[in-house]
C-alpha cells in the first residue's frame, strides 16, 4: 500500500532533507557510484586547464628587500630628545607603504630604468591573450598614438601591479616584493625602488630643512626690526617723561625709599631727644646731688663737684653730731655745700639746653623729610600712567627679544640639519637574484586544480542527482512508494546511434525487444522477470492473485515491453498464461505481437464465453494473447475497460488460465488504470529508470487510494548498463556472473 513520505523518513537513522528528498550517507555513496565519471571529467578537465595554464604561463620571479623605519638615527643633532622619541606611530609606518607604492617614485624608477624602452613594459612583445585583449580594447579606444606621458603612466601601473609592499608583523619594517619574468630584472627594480625611497626621504628631508630655514631667516630679520624698533621706543619714552633707570628701578622711585628710610630715622631721633629733654626737666627739682641723667653722670665738672659735696656733706654730718649745727665750722661747711648744689644746678641747666637744642634740631630735620616724601609721592602720582605705558613697552620689547633669540637659536639648528645627510630610513635587507621562481607553483597549482575539479564534480553530481529527482536505486522506489522493489532491468533497447541508423526498421526492432526472454533467457533482464514471478507467487500463498496488472506514469516508460516479456516468460514456464492489450488508446503491444489481427478484446466484450475465437497463441511460448482492434480511438476507453462485461470476461479467463497480465495505459494521461484497478488482484508498476520524477510518481499513486491497495510492488525499467555497474559495485566484480546477455 502506498504511504506517504513520513513513512521512508522515519527509517533513516541520518539523513537531511535536501530538495524533497532525504540525503543520507547511503544516497551519498550511491549518488558517488552513479556519477564518478561525471566527478572524474570535472576532475580531468580542471587539471587539464591547469596543465595548460602551467605549459603557457610564463615564469615569475619575485626579489625582496627590506627597510627599516628608525628614528634613532636623527637623535644625533637633537640631544635633548627623550627616550619616547624613538617610538613611531603605525599610522607612519603605513603611510610611507603608500609612499613607496606612490606614481612619482615609481614614475622617477621608470624614467632612471628606461622602463618604457623595455619589451616587456612597452608591449612590443605581447602575448596572446594580451594581442587578443589589445584588439578587443582598440575598438573603443581613439586611434590617436599614445603619448610619451600615457606609456609611462601604463608602465608605472604594471610596476605597482607586480609590487607589493607591506609591513612585517607589528615592527618597523617594510618588506618590498616584486614579481618580474627575470630574476635579473626583478632584483634591479626592487633594489632602484628601495635606493629610490631613502633618497627621496633625504632629499625630502632636505627640501623641507631647506624651505623652513629661509622662512626662520626671513622671520628672523623682521624679529629682529621689531625688537630693536622696541627697543628704541622704550627708551624714546623714557627719555620724554624724564624716567631715569638705575640698577635698583626707576630714580623716583629709588629717592622716594631714601627719604622714607631717612624720615623714619628723623622720627626715631626726635623722639629720642624730646625724651632726654623731658627727663632733664623733670630732675631738675629733685636732688641735684643724686643726679640719674646718663649726660651728668659723664660730665667730669658734675663729678667733681658731686665728690667734693659729698666730702663736705660727711664732714657736716660729723661736726654737727659733734659741735651742732649751729657751729662756725659746721655753718661754712653748709654754706659751701649749698656754693656746690648751686654749681651742679648750673651744669644741669647745661646740659638740659643742649638736650633742648638737639631735640629743635632733629624736629627741624624731621619736618624737611616729611616735607620732601610729600613732595615726591605727588610726583609719583602724576608719572603713574607713564610708568603703566612704560611697562607695556618694556613687555612687548622683552617679548620680541625672547621671540627673536628662539628663531635665532632654530635657524643655527636647522642650518646644521640641512647639511647633515641623516634619514629616519634605512635598507636592512638589499635584494639577491631568486633562485627558483615564485609562479606559478606546479604543486600548489595542481593541488587547487585537484581540489577544485573535486569540488565542482561534487557540486555537479549532486546538483544533478537532487535537481533532477529522479528514481534509480531499489531503495530509492521503496522510500517513495512504500512497496517493495522487485529489480532492476536493465536497457535492451540499441544504442542511441544504433537506433538511429536502423529507424527504417523501428518496428522489427520494437517486436524483438517483446521476445527479448524467449531470445536472451539466461539475461538480467529475463532473470529480473523471474524474481517478479517469484513475488508473485509469494503473494499468491496468501491470496488469489491471476489477474496482474502491468501499469507506469507516463508513456514510453517501458511497460508495454515488461508485459510481453513478463507474459512469455510465465507461459515459457508452463503455466497457462494469457497476455491482454489493455491499453485501448495506443494499442501498441497488438502492433508488436499481432499486427494481423481482426478481433480482440472488445469483440470479446460482446461474447465473454467465446473469448477463445479472438484469442491467438504463440507456438514457440505457449502464450495466448488477446489483442485489441479498435476502428478509431474510443471516448468511453475507461467505462469500456471497467464494465461488466469485462468483469465476466475476466471470469472465464479465471477458470482457464493461471496468470492472466494485463498491460494497462498509463495513469497520469488517462483515467482507465484506475478504473480497472477494482477487477485486478494486483498491480507491478514500471517505473523507467533515471526518468520517472518523484512528484509524477506522487501524483499518479496518491489519486487512487485502491490502485494503492493493488500495489503489489514497482520495477525499475531501463537502466543503464554502465552505470548500473557503478551503482552495484558493492556487489563485487562477479555479479553479473551468472548473466548471458547475447543469445
Known sequence: MYQPREHFQSGHRFGIEFGGAVLSFDRVTDVLRRQWPLIAAAVGASLALVIVYLVLA??????????????????????????????????????QVEVINSDDLILSIVRRLRLTEDPEFNGSNPGLLAVVTGKIMSVFESGEP???????????????????????????????????????KAVKIVNAIADAYIVGALEAKYQSTKRATEWLQQRSVELSEQATASDRAVQTFKAEHNIVGTSRGLMSEQQLSDLNTQLVQARAATAEAKARLDRIEAISDQDLAQPTVTDALNNSVITRLRAQYLDLQAQYADWSRRYGKTHLAAVNLANKMEELRKNIADELHRIGDAYRSDYEIAKSREASLDKNVKELVAQAGHTGQAEVKLRDL?????????????????????????????????????????????????????VGGLVGGLCLGFGAAFAREL???????????????GVKCLGVLPDIRPPTKTRALLSASAKADEAGLSRYVVDHPFSRFAETLRNIKVSIDVARMTREI???????????????????????????????TILIDGDLHTRSLTRELAPNANSGLVEALS??????????RSKETGLDFLPSIVASRMVNSADVIASRPMADLLAMLREHYEYIIIDLAPVMPVADSKAFS????????????????????????????????????????????????????????????YYVEHS
Not at 610619451?148 to 601604463?154: N, T, V
Not at 461474447?607 to 491467438?616: A, C, I, K, L, N
Not at 485502491?706 to 548498463?721: E, W
Open 58 to 95: 610564463k615564469p615569475m620571479y619575485t626579489a625582496n628587500a627590506r627597510i627599516m623605519m628608525d628614528t634613532r638615527q636623527t637623535q644625533v643633532l637633537d640631544k635633548d630628545s627623550g627616550t619616547n622619541s624613538a617610538l613611531i606611530d603605525t599610522g607612519y609606518v603605513d603611510s
Open 546 to 576: 491471476k489477474v496482474i496488472g502491468i501499469v507506469s506514469s507516463l508513456p514510453k516508460e517501458g511497460k508495454t515491453t515488461v508485459a510481453a516479456n513478463f507474459a512469455q516468460l510465465i507461459a515459457m514456464t508452463g503455466h497457462r
Open 394 to 446: 618694556e613687555s612687548a620689547a622683552d617679548t620680541y627679544r625672547n621671540l627673536y633669540n628662539n628663531f635665532l637659536e632654530k635657524l643655527q639648528s636647522a642650518t646644521q640639519n640641512q647639511s647633515f645627510p641623516l634619514s629616519e630610513a634605512r635598507l636592512i635587507s638589499t635584494a639577491t637574484k631568486p633562485d627558483r621562481k615564485s609562479s606559478p607553483r606546479t604543486v600548489l597549482a595542481l
Open 467 to 481: 535537481l533532477n529527482d529522479v528514481l534509480r536505486t531499489p531503495g530509492e522506489v521503496e522510500d517513495e512508494l
Open 146 to 184: 599614445p603619448t610619451q606621458e600615457r606609456i609611462e603612466h601604463a608602465v608605472v601601473e604594471s610596476i605597482q601591479k607586480s609590487l607589493r609592499v607591506e609591513r612585517v608583523l607589528t615592527t618597523y619594517v617594510l618588506s618590498l616584493n616584486y614579481r618580474a619574468h627575470s630574476p635579473d
Open 678 to 737: 477494482v477487477l485486478i488482484d494486483a498491480m507491478v508498476y514500471v517505473i523507467e529508470w533515471g526518468a520517472t520524477t518523484r512528484a509524477a510518481l506522487q501524483e499518479s499513486i496518491s489519486g487512487s487510494e485502491i490502485l494503492q491497495k493493488k500495489l503489489l510492488g514497482a520495477v525499475l525499467n531501463r537502466a543503464n548498463p554502465k552505470m548500473l555497474g557503478r551503482i552495484e559495485a558493492y556487489k563485487g566484480k562477479h555479479r553479473n556472473s
Open 607 to 616: 461474447d465473454p464465453t467465446g473469448f477463445s475465437y479472438h484469442v491467438q
